[in-house]
DNA sequence: CGATTGTTTGATCTCTCTCAATGGGCGTGG
DNA sequence: CCACGCCCATTGAGAGAGATCAAACAATCG
């Protein structure tokens, strides 16, 4: 379940984001402290890991976040995604909230000093770090914004195009393929839905002809500017 | 209602956060390119202003971002107290969402360019900085699970929470004085709820004798770990 | 191939929204 | 100073969107 170092991580190196500002002296010095990880779905991180090493970097595969109440319901308040910065250290008490695997999920764990320190002597590393925890609020003001005030077929209408954003996906022929990289009940804690909702809201959407549903993984967009209406508040009972 | 400098920031400077970190001459160059400006309440921040100089300061009072769908719903999907840094640049397209003053509040801003430079210079102004956006990722983390998962009496425990952690409050004999700085209406948009519902809840939390409303925006909570169970989850109509 | 997990559909319930109306606070202007 | 208008808070009654419950079915996995 995990490695000796992060020597996987050259892998995203040469890919984008952050590890590719890396020299390879800071490379080898993360990933001295570095460690490697294999989350199998539905699985969380352990405490112990999170708190010796609080930066991880999504190597592979969708993280969430887990909330969980007293009484049992639970909620993904955000998901990561390959490249994705996740910082977990907390100014005041701890960190609310469990790292799950919403699909098998690799990724590096680092200690919070080694992390600071190569970013502090690597501006151009600090600068896409910077860009992409900057890019996470901008993400979590949208969502709060789509979960306090926003139906749910609107929300789910919000929610492909937040895949869309976030993803590979292809493009044929006016329409988009969408890959929903979760389960519909995940789906469904991350939108503060059920997943009946989730089920009922895609059906809808198919029946309104504004996506197909090839499979529960998959979405296709047949008609993206109509969907942008929904997802910004429309009536999609109306016409246009 | 805009004034030339950024002198004002000084007063901040000798408090806490930020500014502190910053030398005089840093200071001088910040203040070359920023603007201090006074917004009344609910007036929004120009877009031009957001575009030249997309980093804010808050000095004093409270700032929330604000989304609106084409029906006209808006809500709030996040607010800043004085110290907090907005950083409202955006990777990719324009930022969705108004700097809204929620009390007539007073802030810097500052381009892009000039703001990256201090901080590249100056690593712990940089650490301050990154500590500041990283902790708006946990807040907008569990704000998320909030609007998804709980309640409206659930909602309202946790915002009261919130407050307390993010302000000046006073503490007498077993009872907390809580400042709440924003309208019922302001604080309904940020919990996706109704001002009719924000009233009955706090109503509620009252007749449950877990606070004690003086007047609207003061909270005086009087059973703290009840109050608690209730954001966390628990019926309140249990015992306990 | 059995067991577990996830998806789908239908029926009912409930929490919150919506609508409507009243009263209070505050600033404006006479 | 008071009168007026505006915004906000509050209360009540009703409606509706989504949750909940239940059951069948599909998919995944050991």
Redesign the pocket.
Known sequence: MSGTGCRRCRLLASNRGFCRQLQSDEIERLSLNSRSTLLP??TSLDCQTIAERPIVLTIEGIIGIQHTLSDG?SGISAFYTPGDIIDLRRRSGSVRGNLVALTPAQFCSFDAETFDNVLKQNPSAQHVASEILREQIHLAADHSFDLGK??????LASFIFECQNRQRHTASNGSINIEVPM??????EYL????????????ELARLKLIV?PE??RIVVKNTSKLRRVANGARSDLPG
């Open positions: 779905r539905k319901r926003k139906r749910s077929l609107e929300r389960r519909h009940c995940d789906v469904g503060g839905l059920q997943p009946e909702t989730v089920s009922r809201g895609f059906r549903l529960p993984s």
